[in-house]
């Protein structure tokens, strides 16, 4: 099974940094994904990690350590629009059915606010 | 633009009422999955299918939901009967080869049983 935490809420301001941290314990592993989601709406694919390390995507970085079960998605010069809900995500080892699968956190709500 | 698209967008309805939502993954996806979410639970993934076959649907109460394809260009869930506690938004999400890669979210239906 998969176990995925991360923080409920975080509140940063315009301009700044912010570091959301996601926390997963499974029983396979084959790369960590990131995605947004807008209030009322769907979730939109951020980033992936499947290997040990820094993925950098413009304004958007997202870190991976395997061994420690932890990534974040570090997010620089924030702005209004950044506010949203950040979906840790992780896909399972090849499932021998054809398919891999992803098991999603809960889900940081994060506010910009000014 | 490719994109996933659902139907309804909305559905209230009564409880024992049958539900069916609709799903049209994008053209060329060989991966669809149904999630499920609410504020308590999260994004909980339902039932997936690989070139029409259903690989998993261990996540959905097989006595009232099941999941379809009866072609390459639809995928429907139905809710036979419906239960106020099944009141959430369900997404159908489409991806290349298996998973590999991102998957794309329709933007969802949200129902609600009363």
């Known amino acids: 099974g998969q176990n995925i935490d991360q923080p409920t809420e975080m509140t940063a301001t315009e301009g700044a940094i912010v570091q959301i941290n996601c926390t997963y314990q499974?029983?396979?592993?084959?790369?960590l994904f990131w995605y947004q989601q807008h209030a009322g709406e769907a979730p939109t694919f951020l980033s992936y990690?499947?290997?040990?390390g820094l993925e950098e995507k413009g304004r958007f970085s997202s870190f991976l350590s395997r061994s420690k079960g932890y990534s974040y998605l570090l997010l620089k010069e924030l702005q209004m629009k950044d506010s949203a809900s950040y979906l840790c995500?992780?896909?399972?080892?090849?499932?021998?059915?054809?398919?891999?699968?992803?098991?999603f956190g809960k889900g940081t709500k994060l506010s910009v606010i000014p | 633009d490719a994109r996933v698209t659902q139907t309804p967008r909305h559905k209230v309805t009564e409880m024992g009422q049958e539900v069916t939502m609709r799903c049209q993954p994008i053209?060329?996806?060989?991966?669809v999955f149904w999630y499920r979410q609410t504020m308590m639970q999260g994004l909980e993934l339902l039932a997936y299918?690989?070139?029409?076959?259903?690989?998993?649907d261990s996540g959905m109460p097989k006595d009232r939901f099941s999941a379809e394809m009866p072609d390459a260009t639809l995928a429907t869930l139905k809710i036979q009967p419906s239960e106020p506690r099944d009141s959430a938004v369900y997404f159908c999400?489409?991806?290349?080869?298996?998973?590999?890669?991102?998957?794309?979210f329709g933007p969802g239906t949200r129902l609600t049983v009363t």
């Open positions: 299918f690989r070139n029409r076959a259903p690989l998993d």
């Open positions: 995500a992780v896909r399972d080892s090849y499932s021998g059915a054809g398919s891999y699968q992803l098991t």
């Open positions: 990690n499947v290997l040990d």
């Open positions: 053209l060329g996806h060989n991966t």
């Open positions: 999400a489409s991806g290349p080869e298996s998973g590999l890669l991102e998957q794309y």
């Open positions: 499974t029983s396979g592993f084959n790369g």
